[in-house]
């Protein structure tokens, strides 16, 4: 049974900081493409970023560029998003998903975590 379990969000004030972690067990994920997304309240969901299985490329949506890091540790199975200066409109439940494709670009990965939620108070 695949698994993708994220950790790490929470509740934090505008222009804060937190890391979210995906784990994933069932399979490996070490040689797939992977990525971030969340979904605010009323909101479609939406990519955040995305990584090439050996972490060469990175892509961010445009609205994280310079703020938000993606990275992994294919040796753990774990991928993470570390998230800067968080803005009051990015709360949301942020998920983690994959494979996507080779070049990190992420649209319908067919695994996907539960979420966890990120509140980003004013």
Do not use: H
Not at 18 to 29: D, N, P, V
Not at 33 to 48: I, L, N, S, T, Y
Not at 83 to 112: D, F, H, I, Q, R
Request: glycine share 12%; with cysteine; hydrophobic share 35%.
């Amino acid at each position: 049974q695949v698994q993708l379990v994220e950790s790490g969000g929470g509740l934090v004030q505008a222009g804060g900081s937190l890391r979210l972690s995906c784990a994933a067990s069932g399979r490996t994920f070490r040689l797939d493409a992977m990525g971030w997304f969340r979904q605010a309240p009323g909101k479609e969901r939406e990519v955040v970023a995305g990584i090439t299985w050996n972490s060469i490329r990175t892509v961010y949506a445009d609205s994280v560029k310079g703020r938000f890091t993606i990275s992994r540790d294919n040796a753990k199975n774990t991928m993470y998003l570390q998230m800067n200066s968080l803005k009051p409109e990015e709360t949301a439940v942020y998920y983690c998903a994959g494979p996507c494709s080779t070049s990190g670009t992420c649209t319908a990965p067919p695994y996907w975590g539960q979420g966890t939620k990120v509140t980003v108070s004013s």
